[in-house]
Nanobody, 122 residues
């Protein structure tokens, strides 16, 4: 499956952004969807994940209550709604797809989008 993330940009702290992840090539609904981010000089970290049908979702503690992952399998698209953004949310955000169920590990994901940059200013 090929993935393309979009929707990043520059936003002030407290603002919102919605990232999209467009999938093509294979049946999107067969895959779990994850969002990860990487800040400059830091390792890639888990942000959020959704099971194949979207019935279960998982979040990093740092984004719980502020970010919401969702997916529209009919449109082959996943989303990450980010509210109450903080400067520490700055980084390149990647969407990824997996057939496995260890949702928080980057190594579980076989397919990655190219990343979209989110910059949160103070």
């Amino acid at each position: 499956v090929q993935l393309q993330a979009s929707g990043g940009g520059l936003v002030q702290a407290g603002g919102s952004l919605r990232l999209s992840c467009a999938a093509s090539g294979r049946t999107f609904s067969n895959y779990g969807l994850g969002w990860f981010r990487q800040a400059p000089g830091k390792e890639r970290e888990f942000v959020a994940a959704s099971t194949w049908g979207g019935g279960s979702t998982y979040y990093a503690d740092s984004v719980k209550g502020r970010f919401t992952i969702s997916r529209d399998n009919a449109k082959n698209t996943g989303y990450l709604q980010m509210n109450s953004l903080k400067t520490e949310d700055t980084g390149v955000y990647y969407c990824a797809a997996t057939l496995r169920s260890d949702w928080t590990s980057p190594t579980a994901y076989n397919y990655w989008g190219q990343g979209t940059l989110v910059t949160v200013s103070s």
